[in-house]
């Protein structure tokens, strides 16, 4: 692959329009219909193979690339397919945050830590929904994960962040500040042990074989994404395993709306368009029973005024508890600034339109590097107002009512206690007051989906008889059970690392059934 | 049947143990286990059917008699089974209240209430996770069902009650306040129309045709619950469909483990010791698409010193607001005493030991009903103390830090104003010091399962390839998305009916296959 390939950032890609196409046309081109469609039943053997392998790894991004090399590694010949025209899904538009606890760069800070830390952390956010052995080996494995990533695949690692809802820095960032500095080592190392990479190649089936086996699948190779009747049907045989690290589904707005009815098309998605999940429901045609997937995670701080995952978010996260969040409508606070993820997005959802956030600018001077402001407003969705009331104006906000609450909210500011939301004051926040003032609207875009397959700590499927599927694992988003209601920022990766490895290993290391 | 069958009501009369005993002997033996099985792909059609039937209806609650008797209304030939030695479910031990929106004893009590309304109160009550054209649907025939069970089926309805949540008194109750009073009257009907019912016969696997279509069950017949090797296989075959209308799996706790973790077996159930949900598993191992499984509905309201849902609760429910509740292991406060279900079982998890709530003669006197009381004090659940420090010393309590929150609690009711927990106190409540005093343990118990099969508004199954699975109809608990996070009281009882009948008229209603 070329270099101009490799370092390909998604962010800022998707287009405006993606979740609404995708819910219409991937759902009329669903993996079982077809008049051959006969229901999870009807999963006969193919009358033959067109290739074989032992391990067959469904999805390129961080926990399919781990699955595979841990794969390779135990002996095994690994094909991994992916059905973008492009690699890494939305591990490669990933900010690149590593989740470790106890890693080297803490130490360095003199940063207090612990696995233990972690998983409370983990099962807090998760309201304790967590499977309790998924979260804790995520935990413990985070940091042996995180240096297995840095000396045997050769990523760098070269800062420690906070993220909220962990209660110390324990995130450590790429180099380039990029899920991409940890995909492109993976597929480096990976096909540099002779696993074979293929893009444009779907999973349409799991093909059962006796005893409930998985012994292979059915794809389409030459997939054209999203047109489902593009590519050639084929059967590729696993001797040892299937890996499913097909990612969630964030963007297929027909499968959200039956776990989250709540979110139609009005809502998009700062995954990559690809993220539909037909993965997870092929795994459950084939018995593989799925968990917890009403909960799914909308990002607060995305604007109707770029596409995918954007700009504002880092100026709107920074000057949270610095200025106010206001409905348009009324010209009122309706929630706190500093609630987390889940709580602002309910808050906003439940108003039913967008709404804004604002900043004067000692909130926007102290908090936001200029080059993400400069960004931000090249792109037009962060503006700047001479006065509160042209700011106003601009959004169609009843001035007086909106002069009133500023001035409500600036009292509380300089007691340092909000009295009608209790939103988080820092010592250095300061009332709203000095020209030029800032805006940006907000409105949810789905971010992570936290339930799917259901499995085990071998990373083994767990079917709707309770017990493994055999033949299958699978790891990272489109498992479910490790975050329980909430995933906490930057523990994706080490989630995908953790349990891609187990998965490539545990696959690697089945005894053929043929 | 016996008349002394018929009125038999299982309120209180599930064994401490039960839950923990189940959770270890379903999962020992569930029904795809054992050497034959293999996975839903091996659903194949028997050498023989030792019986034929145009419909077979799966259980024998509201929901499932309901649908047995329209299907047969449909000139279809029907089958009712249920796997426990009684029949009835979790309907029989219900309360027999009935939320019907603008039904003639509101039109009576000059009540104002709209479908509209009541499908506000579910929509609230569910978070909006509620699929909003199965509520709509049930909130808008809500009254036809009732009236329906009047006329038609011959049920006796008395009273109005009114149940937190509803935004009007709306609930109607049969007139031996059980939901007895309406599962004979159904089972009456059902069989002076023709239809066979039998008891002792477990599904153990849904049989699946050409294209996916459901074509009959397999099943075990004189079958002794909780043996699973008991009872004989047979076939049965579905010429035009098969219902499922088996409920929930309160009482499953290795399946409620998966979808909510914090469920362990120190959580006994409220339901019926049957209530084990392998209906859903063999249907979703037959392609069925299940939803919303996480959301497990707890009874803040019962106590460990009593089995099943007992007469605490009714003591419980009925002095919240009036008496304080607190945790024993320092004697103060913890939550709001009015809060939600939900709200107040997440808050005695979370302390994970069993509270205290504590009534005077005046809060106990006003509100408790003193059948209910003498009854709940013969049972040894509801305690009565000349002081104060003789209920702290029973329960373990720290007297000072449990006086000094008394008398907390009493300055709030003097301000009729909850500073610590924003408690809802009413005009008439009063302070906590008339002597004698009375106390009941509390510990929440599982009561509800939100989730299930999801179905469309004609009670179709859908399945993970997101179309109906043909033949295949569900209604009442084992189906999700009707109430979405949180199931109102008395709303139950419409969903069943409502459902069943559609389920039962779509079902009779189809060609046959065969």
């Known amino acids: 692959m070329s270099d101009e390939t490799k370092d390909l950032s998604r962010r800022g890609f998707i287009g405006a329009g993606g979740a609404a196409l995708l819910g219409g046309m991937v759902f009329g081109a669903l993996p079982l219909e077809g008049k051959d469609a006969a229901g ?20 390129t991004g961080f926990a399919g690339l781990a699955a595979a090399i841990e794969a390779r590694l135990k002996g095994a010949s690994v094909l991994v397919i992916e059905k973008m025209p492009v690699y890494g899904g939305n591990s490669i538009i990933n900010g690149g945050d590593f989740a ?55 990523a760098k690692f070269t800062r420690l962040n906070f993220h909220g809802g962990h209660s110390v820095k324990r995130s450590v960032q790429t180099y380039n500040q990029s899920g991409s500095g940890l995909v492109n ?34 794809v389409r190779t030459g997939y054209k994404w999203p047109d489902e009747a593009s590519g050639t049907p084929s ?36 995954n990559h368009p690809g993220a539909t999940g037909e993965a997870i429901l092929a795994a459950c045609s084939a018995g593989a029973m799925d968990v917890q997937m009403d909960w799914i995670q909308l990002g607060p701080w995305t604007s109707p005024d770029e596409p995918g995952f954007g700009h504002g978010p880092q100026v709107c996260e920074r000057i949270v508890g610095y200025g106010l969040m206001v409905d348009p409508a009324n010209g009122k606070r309706f ?25 004067d600018s000692y909130a926007i001077g102290k908090q936001v590097v200029p080059k993400v402001l400069g960004k931000a ?23 007086q009512p909106f002069l009133d609450q500023v001035a409500r909210w600036n009292g509380f500011v300089e007691k340092n206690k909000d009295a009608d939301f209790d939103c988080k004051l820092f010592p250095d926040s300061k009332p709203t007051v000095t020209a030029p003032f800032y805006a940006m609207r907000l409105w949810p875009r789905v971010h992570h989906t936290m339930g799917g397959l259901v499995v085990n700590a071998e990373a083994q499927v767990i079917g709707f008889d309770m017990k493994p599927v055999k033949g299958l694992y699978a790891a990272g988003e489109i498992t479910g059970g490790v975050h329980g209601a909430v995933r906490l920022g930057s523990v994706a990766m080490s989630d995908c690392v953790v349990n891609g490895r187990i998965a490539g290993m545990n696959a690697g290391g089945e005894k053929a059934w043929s």
């Open 100 to 154: 470790a606890a106890g890693n080297s760069f803490q130490k360095e800070a003199g940063v207090q830590d612990s696995p233990e830390l972690m998983l409370k952390d983990m099962l807090k956010a998760g309201s304790n929904l967590n499977h309790p052995a998924l979260a804790r080996l995520v935990a413990e494995r985070s940091n042996e994960a995180l240096e297995w990533c840095r000396t045997y695949i050769g």
């Open 235 to 270: 059967f590729i045989k696993a001797r040892r395993a299937v890996v499913l690290a097909a990612g969630g589904f964030s963007q297929n707005v027909a499968l959200r709306q039956i776990h989250d009815p709540r979110l139609t098309p009005k809502f998009e998605s700062t």
């Open 40 to 59: 999870p039943a009807a999963g006969a053997l193919p009358k033959k193979w067109d290739e074989t392998y032992d391990v067959v790894v469904v999805g």
């Open 335 to 359: 929630f706190k600034e500093t609630g987390n993820r889940k709580e602002r997005a309910d808050a906003i959802i439940a108003l039913g339109h967008p709404v804004i956030i604002v900043g």
């Open 185 to 218: 080592p993976l597929l480096d190392k990976a096909t540099s042990l002779g696993v074979k990479v293929v893009l444009r190649t779907k999973m349409t089936r799991l093909v059962t074989g006796k005893e409930g086996r998985i012994v292979g699948l059915e």
């Open 377 to 399: 407003m090249e792109v037009g969705v962060v503006k700047k107002f001479s006065t509160l009331e042209a700011l106003a104006a601009e959004y169609g906000v009843p001035v």
